[in-house]
């Protein structure tokens, strides 16, 4: 069974990569590697890659400044 981005955005428990991450959050892939390099977005770093769980995810999400 696959899951689709928004699928795993709404299951805690899971991780994004940086990829799914952005195409989640509709920012780029760049913004999301700033935002965990600055400390902004949880992630853990698994070999060459990270990964970021969808909890974090969200919390980046919900303390974005309004537009």
């Not at 991780?15 to 902004?40: C, F, M, P, Y």
């Amino acid at each position: 069974m696959s899951t689709t981005t928004k699928e795993a955005v709404a299951e805690p428990g899971l991780n994004l990569t940086v990829k799914e991450a952005a195409v989640s959050l509709r920012v780029s892939d760049q913004t999301i590697r700033a935002a965990i390099h600055n400390g902004d977005l949880a992630a853990k770093k698994v070999g060459r890659r990270y990964v970021i769980p969808v909890e974090a995810a969200r919390d980046y999400r919900d303390n974005l400044p309004d537009a």
